[in-house]
């Protein structure tokens, strides 16, 4: 049995992984998927002092409260950040990190580093009412529609899953200074259907930071596949287990 911790983007819950924990279950593995600080049943607990650090920490007391050891840890899109630096605290504890159509940082960097647009969000949310809210982007006409999403029952019910980002989630650096964050395999899977103009992927590169060939796997959806491709994406998952 493997232990799948399936970690959400920004402005989504962990109810965006409800098509893919039964059938990671079915398959006799441990999957678990936590709202972050702020989001889903935390929503109530969204302020202005939530950041990236905030998630961080939220993953690795999960962790280490739940003993939880050789976790195939996945980040989608922002959590790509999220999942970088719980690993750098306790590599120990991790056996593989998925980046999910996701954020790949370096050192340091923040999340308008790696994806510059960004900038864009974090200089709306300061220019705002609140000086702090970042609002989940629009559904655009498909595609990409709503992150990726265009059927319309689905669409339906993810907005209703949907709530406002904290700037600091976009500003905080993502720490990858622990050598032995290094040695964790990595697999990245990519969103290659209605990419949104001004979104550029961050190219992989050919070599992991512990210097085996990279693994980049290809999902025909847009980029929430866990709603829209839930059994493709876990039999991808489940090469991991």
Not at 93 to 122: F, K, N
Not at 136 to 144: A, D, G, Q, R, T
Not at 158 to 187: F, G, H, K
Not at 220 to 226: A, E, Q
Request: hydrophobic share 40%; charged share 20%; net charge negative.
């Amino acid at each position: 049995m493997s232990t799948y911790l399936l970690v959400h983007g920004a402005w989504h819950s962990g109810q965006c992984w409800e098509r893919v924990v039964p059938l990671l279950a079915s398959a006799g593995h441990r999957a678990l998927a936590p709202s972050l600080t702020g989001h889903g049943d935390r929503a109530h607990l969204l302020s202005r002092d939530v950041g990236l650090d905030t998630h961080v920490d939220d993953i690795v007391r999960l962790i280490t409260d739940e003993d939880l050891t050789d976790v195939i840890l996945v980040g989608h899109s922002y959590a790509g950040l999220v999942i970088s630096s719980a690993a750098n605290r306790i590599p120990d504890r991790i056996a593989h990190l998925v980046y999910l159509d996701a954020m790949v940082p370096q050192d340091g960097e923040s999340a308008a580093d790696v994806m510059p647009i960004t900038q864009d969000l974090i200089d709306g949310a300061l220019r705002s009412e609140s000086g702090w809210r970042v609002p989940p982007l629009p559904e655009m006409p498909p595609l990409p529609g709503l992150f990726g999403v265009t059927d319309p029952a689905d669409v339906a019910w993810l907005r209703t899953t949907l709530s406002d980002q904290s700037v600091r989630c976009l500003q905080q650096p993502v720490r990858l200074d622990n050598p032995a964050v290094n040695t964790i395999p990595r697999t990245h899977i990519h969103c290659v259907v209605g990419e949104p103009e001004g979104w550029p992927r961050r190219p992989v590169p050919p070599i992991q930071p512990n210097g085996a060939p990279s693994q980049v796997w290809e999902l025909p959806t847009g980029h929430d596949c866990m709603i829209t491709m839930p059994t493709e994406l876990t039999e991808l998952l489940l090469k991991l287990g």
